[in-house]
């Protein structure tokens, strides 16, 4: 998951009773405490670096969402998350129809 605004935080909500595991990649300091205290997996970091995806596991996640308040950043986190992971890995992304159609002209 990166990000753990409103959106981020509802996903890993209903994650959790799934019992699913999921780790957050945050870099703003007041939720990382938050994140700390409700015993929630986080990688301290920017979820747009490649770096920061890898410390998070990304090559073994079955799955990826990207909440951040900036659709730039969620779309440079798909395209990174496809150069990261293998030419067989499936990468769905949902979003707004005008994200969609920004992907697909960036792809």
Do not use: W
Request: with cysteine.
């Amino acid at each position: 998951m990166c990000g753990y605004g409103r959106n981020g935080r509802q996903a890993i909500i209903k994650l959790k009773k799934f019992n699913m595991p999921c780790v957050v990649i945050e870099k703003n300091k007041a939720i990382i405490e938050e994140l700390d205290l409700n015993n929630i997996l986080y990688v301290e970091g920017d979820g747009t670096d490649d770096k920061t995806l890898n410390e998070a596991g990304i090559k073994s996640a079955k799955s990826l969402i990207t909440a951040l308040p900036s659709d730039a950043d969620n779309l440079f986190v798909v395209l990174s998350a496809s150069t990261i992971l293998e030419p067989n890995s499936n990468l769905i992304v949902l979003g707004r129809p005008n994200q969609i159609e920004k992907l697909h002209q960036v792809l």
